[in-house]
């Protein structure tokens, strides 16, 4: 599978009619790692890896959901949705479909066929881009169309409540908002945000370190577990504290003694992060590269030293980054352990960049990574019957 048109003639051998289909890109985060929960600042950027959804109304009540990566079909009933996830793929979608009944649509049968090439488990948010074309798919199908961030907030819920997995709202904000050629600093707390050109003459060469990476499993909600007991402990002191965007690093001063260890480290992280993350989207709208590229470096070190949610071979990608010519700045992106770092890149470099640090990975760590050119594009959207983009107006 390699674009819509094959997707289209799929679903019509598959399903016997013609779909409307919809693209939602995965992405990646220059920087701001676990700060979306706390309420804090992410500076993602959506990428040129997508999930795509097909979908057209079916008349017998049934939803019918086709997946071109398992090669697999799930049947529900409309009229009796389940109420939760299994730990199967379709709860991704199937979630999407169950917010949308308990904010009031009354869902009819569809038959819904997905495929997407952002890589599962990487790090990348395979997760939100199934949620978001998901959701733009039944949107249209229902006939109406909720603002982004209403939008980006019923995929979160679809994930923490129905997948059961407790993630923030970086993915999904990003899957729907993003620009293309643009990275975008978000206010986790009330939604605002400010895109952020990125240089024409800036890669984002991601390199899978081939690391398995989830959101769901054990490590993820104790970090978010571990910073809350952190946060709980200033607000004995200062009740105004809600989140820890709200307290600095003077309260850790104060009152870290009164943590367990391991939550004073979870905190620090965040609350520099915060404070690292306003300053490198700033760095990268002055167009001061360097600053940006130092911001990253003490980013990753922050994750991995203070927040633990790096790994061995994560830190050896940063690290042989560092020497190879064209470098900006590197780090490891997304939920952590595991996964891709984010290597930003001088474009005449970012082959051999992509080349040589592949080869240097590959004799350190013993593993063949996969290395991944990409640019930052735009959110999610309607396709049109050859692939391209369909505008607002007629989508
Ligand atoms: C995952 C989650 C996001 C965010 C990042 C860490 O991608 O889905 O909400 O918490 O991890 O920054």
Known sequence: ????????????????????????????????????????????????????????????????????????????????????????????????????????????????????????????????????????????????????????RLCQRAENEYVGANCGIMDQFISIHGKENHALLLDCRDLSYKLAPIPDHVALVIANTMVKHSVAGGDYPTRRRESEAACAVIARHRPEVKFLRDATLADLDRWGSEMEPKALMRARHIISENLRTVAAADALLRGDLKELGRLMAEAHWSYSRDFEASCAEADAMVELAADVPGLIGARLTGGGFGGCTINLVEQREAETFAKTLGERYAARIGIVPEMHICHASGGAHRLGKTGERRSAETA
């Open 1 to 152: 599978m390699h674009d819509s048109a094959e997707l289209r003639s799929l679903y019509q051998a598959r399903f016997h009619a013609e779909p409307a289909v919809f693209a939602a890109p995965g992405r990646v985060n220059l920087i701001g790692e676990h700060t979306d929960y706390a309420e804090g600042f992410v500076l993602p950027a959506a990428i040129n890896f997508a999930t795509l959804a097909a979908i057209s109304p079916r008349d017998d009540g049934k939803i019918s959901i086709y997946s071109e990566n398992y090669r697999e079909e799930r049947s529900f009933d409309a009229a009796s949705l389940p109420e939760k996830g299994n730990g199967h793929w379709s709860d991704y979608p199937m979630g999407v479909v169950h917010e949308l009944a308990q904010a009031g649509q009354s869902i009819p049968g569809f038959s819904l066929s997905l495929w997407g090439d952002v890589p599962p488990g990487s790090g990348l948010s395979s997760s939100a881009a199934l949620e978001v074309s998901t959701a733009l798919a039944v949107e249209w199908m229902l006939g109406v169309q909720y603002p982004g961030p209403m939008l980006a």
